[in-house]
């Protein structure tokens, strides 16, 4: 069963670097989401992709934060100047992109955990 | 007042217990209900999605939508060890907008 993937795993950086993180979405997914997840809180939405262009986007997602589609397999997420406060999980997600039911899901990645020291 | 509010328990039953899990909202745009499962340290996986009020059933799993109360459950059936996860309710208002989510509710089933 296709599913979305996410390297690295795990990222330890330190204050004020940038980090890239990857994510292969779905192959026929046409909508792509990231989202994050601080240890023992919520599930955040941080934007959303269609188009090659950003659709949506949440307060968090300032401009330290960037996203890309470079070829048509990876979507990317960029933290320019990495805070103690990014340490996070974070997700991707993908979605089919036509209407009707199950189609809307969005299917999200294992993670990435981030650790800015 | 939160836009998802959902009592993070954490919840323990026995195996073969019914199991309910409870959100409410206050945001009347939310048109898409979801329940995600989540096991420690991995992603959020799809357990069921409804966009209309009432109930669905797939196996052991019956989601329901009230949306006049502005409530959604998920109910669990003769509930297994491997049941034990975080479970997250999620909800947008357009078919490819965002996911707002509860804050999850910690369950253990033992044997």
């Known amino acids: 069963e296709p599913e979305v993937t996410q390297t690295p795993s795990h990222q330890v950086t330190q204050m004020g670097q940038e980090v890239i993180l990857r994510c292969v979405p779905i192959s026929n997914h046409l909508y792509f989401y990231w989202y994050r997840q601080i240890l023992g809180q919520k599930v955040e939405f941080l934007v959303s992709?269609?188009?090659?262009?950003?659709?949506?986007k949440s307060e968090i997602f300032d401009d330290q934060f960037s996203v890309e589609r470079p070829d048509g397999s990876n979507f990317t997420l960029k933290i320019r100047s990495t805070k103690l406060e990014d340490s996070a999980m974070y997700f991707c997600a993908s979605s089919k992109g036509t209407s009707g039911g199950a189609q809307e899901t969005q299917y999200f990645g294992p993670g990435t955990r981030l650790l800015v020291l | 007042q939160k836009e998802v509010e959902q009592d993070p328990g954490p919840l323990s039953v026995p195996e073969g217990a019914i199991v309910s899990l409870n959100c409410t909202y206050s945001n009347s745009a939310f048109q898409y209900f979801m329940w995600y499962r989540q096991y420690s340290r991995k992603g959020p996986e799809l357990l069921m999605y409804t966009y209309s009020s009432g109930n669905k059933e797939d196996g052991r799993f019956t989601a329901q939508v009230d949306k006049s109360s502005k409530y959604i459950s998920l109910f669990i059936r003769d509930s297994q060890p491997s049941d034990s996860a975080t479970y997250l309710c999620?909800?947008?208002?357009?078919?490819?907008?965002?996911?707002?989510f509860g804050q999850g509710t910690i369950l253990t089933v033992h044997p």
């Open positions: 992709f269609y188009n090659n262009e950003i659709s949506e």
């Open positions: 999620a909800m947008k208002g357009t078919s490819y907008g965002k996911l707002t």
